[in-house]
T-cell receptor
Framework: GQQVMQIPQYQHVQEGEDFTTYCNSS?????IQWYKQRPGGHPVFLIQ?????EVKKQKRLTFQFGEAKKNSSLHITATQTTDVGTYFC??????????FGRGTQLTVWP | DTEVTQTPKHLVMGMTNKKSLKCEQH?????MYWYKQKAKKPPELMFV???????INESVPSRFSPECPNSSLLNLHLHALQPEDSALYLC????????????FGPGTRLTVL
């Protein structure tokens, strides 16, 4: 079964608009990882968050891990057409399996 | 070298065929994974090898048979597959386990006729 809930499933934005995807778990997570999969491609690791309340930035991408380590978000500022793809969060529950959220498919209109 | 390679890139097979998917990494990773991904869905874990031993089998049908000949190689042997097994098969590796970053290969796109 799915251990991590991710919303929204789809997001369409105009180039230059911001984008956010959210992941929530009912259990405390040891860490959370984010991956990006371009259309026709494979998942590519973006970042791992480990600490409570952690915030990390990669250029226009901001990743947050909640204080209770049960939720996380990925925010993209001023989207570009190169941001198109599906963004997955993934978390290892306590029993050692990495579960992927259902993903958020981002479309960016030029 | 942070690359995981997979062969073949594409595979079309009949339901009576036997084929194998191959995966290789030279990052010194000791955990390797097979995932199955259907269109517009997240990857689904199939098998995990840890230090060349099968540690997790997610109730995968026996027509899929994994093999880990050494720490760098991972195979997935296919036999008597069904059309619903058509999917992208992804291999991944990580340093020691699921808490480490997983590096994915490009995948094998499998079509079963």
């Amino acid at each position: 079964g799915q251990q991590v809930m991710q919303i929204p499933q789809y997001q369409h934005v105009q180039e230059g608009e911001d984008f956010t995807t959210y992941c929530n778990s009912s259990t405390t997570l040891s860490n959370i990882q984010w991956y990006k999969q371009r259309p026709g491609g494979h998942p590519v690791f973006l970042i791992q968050l480990v600490k409570s309340g952690e915030v990390k930035k990669q250029k226009r991408l901001t990743f947050q891990f909640g204080e209770a380590k049960k939720n996380s978000s990925l925010h993209i500022t001023a989207t570009q057409t190169t941001d198109v793809g599906t963004y997955f969060c993934a978390a290892p529950p306590t029993l050692g399996r990495l579960y992927f959220g259902r993903g958020t498919q981002l479309t960016v209109w030029p | 070298d942070t690359e995981v390679t997979q062969t073949p890139k594409h595979l079309v097979m009949g339901m009576t065929n036997k084929k194998s998917l191959k995966c290789e990494q030279h990052m010194g990773h000791r955990a390797m994974y097979w995932y199955k991904q259907k269109a517009k869905k997240p990857p689904e874990l199939m098998f995990v090898y840890s230090y060349e031993k099968l540690s997790i089998n997610e109730s995968v049908p026996s027509r899929f048979s994994p093999e880990c000949p050494n720490s760098s190689l991972l195979n997935l042997h296919l036999h008597a597959l069904q059309p619903e097994d058509s999917a992208l098969y992804l291999c991944a590796s990580s340093l020691t386990g699921v808490r480490d970053t997983q590096y994915f290969g490009p995948g094998t796109r499998l079509t079963v006729l």
